[in-house]
């Protein structure tokens, strides 16, 4: 396992990290036993994995309890991050929102406490405020952010640190390479990326759109016209498909899997502290971490990395998988004035 220094702080991270959203279960990802996901935990511990991700939003608390239930007397060995719900960015919400994950999480201290979402309505300054106040009291270590564009995380950056920022970033989805990772590099700033295998898409599963599950086919590489997409625009799913076929075939002849090549790829890119990936049961876990003990050319990252350039060229560079025309990405209002209420429905 590799091990990285998480922005200008005194932590050290895994690599690779283990998300804990899917533990929850629920309508996005369907049952789950939690046995399983105690034991997925525990494999991650065992295989070097020291950084595990979750949110108060994650099974409203659900997925930050069985964290802690797995970990029991192991807390120490690990670095936990969690995260503050937008709803939730007043000052006197903040700390409430804090003294409950530390309830769940059977911890008095935090090592990485997230901003999940910048408000439009909320003064950033005001959740800073709160956040010191936390890290003073040693009730948090590290502040981070969640879902920052540049402009959000200029704005964020005036009135304290945030060591990392927590974006979706993958193979199919390289949007923040053309404002966000730049400014993050420059700001010291380390990029923490979730869906690195896009929900399933990188780990070949899926040889059509039609076979994706409808709640995961939402982002804007799908058609509006199915369900669960909302973005009003026409999708990209023939490039997509076109682009995972190629890639499919590549990994083929280099006798490396999808999965594999897409974890590998995501660590090797600049300005990426740790790689979540999310895992239910613990052969998923070994199969993500065995992304770690392969020495990846330079060659075929590069070759992959032309594989999906037209398909970054045709998403553009809004951040925001779900939207264009109403991005909740740099959504913070200027000087810090409030801005008309505009509610997050993702966590």
């Not at 998480?6 to 939690?34: I, N, P």
């Not at 659900?62 to 807390?75: D, K, M, V």
């Not at 009730?139 to 640190?161: P, Q």
């Not at 897409?262 to 895992?279: D, H, K, T």
Request: proline share 5%; with cysteine.
């Amino acid at each position: 396992m590799q091990y990285r220094k998480l922005g200008r702080s005194d932590l050290t991270v895994s690599a690779l990290s283990l998300g804990c959203w899917s533990m929850a279960g629920g309508g996005m990802w369907g049952e789950q036993d939690a046995e399983d996901s105690i034991a997925t935990i525990r494999t991650a511990q065992e295989l070097g994995i020291n950084f595990f991700d979750t949110a108060e939003g994650y099974g409203n608390g659900y997925s930050e309890e069985l964290l802690a239930q797995a970990l029991g007397h192991r807390r120490q060995e690990v670095i936990i991050a969690t995260k503050v719900s937008q709803k939730n960015l007043r000052a006197p919400d903040v700390v409430t929102a804090c003294e409950r994950s530390l309830k769940r999480l059977n911890t008095d201290y935090i090592d990485v406490y997230y901003i999940h979402w910048p408000s439009p309505e909320i003064p950033i300054s005001e959740t800073m405020e709160a956040f010191e106040r936390l890290r003073t009291e040693g009730k948090i270590r590290v502040t981070a952010c969640s879902n920052f564009a540049s402009g959000d995380l200029e704005k964020l950056l005036r009135h304290g640190r945030a060591e990392a920022n927590q974006l979706p970033y993958s193979l199919l989805w390289r949007a923040i390479e053309y404002h966000v990772t730049p400014y993050c590099q420059e700001q010291g700033v380390s990029v923490t990326c979730y869906s690195p295998l896009s929900q399933g898409l990188l780990t070949g599963r899926y040889h059509s759109a039609d076979e994706v599950p409808p709640e995961r086919a939402r982002t804007r590489h799908f058609s509006s016209h199915r369900s669960f997409a909302e973005h009003g625009h026409p999708g990209v799913e023939e490039l997509l498909f076109d682009t995972l076929d190629q890639m499919r075939k590549l990994c083929d002849q280099a006798q490396i899997t999808m999965t594999q090549a897409a974890l590998g790829w995501a660590m090797a890119q600049p300005g990426v502290g740790s790689v979540i990936a999310g895992a239910r049961k613990p052969e998923q876990i070994r199969q993500s971490a065995s992304a770690c003990d392969i020495d990846f050319s330079r060659d075929f990252l590069n070759q992959l990395s032309e594989l999906s350039q037209k398909l970054k060229e045709e998403l553009g560079p809004s951040p925001d998988k779900w939207s264009v025309d109403s991005s909740r990405y740099d959504c913070m209002p200027d000087e810090d004035e409030a801005a008309p209420r505009r509610e997050s429905t993702r966590v």
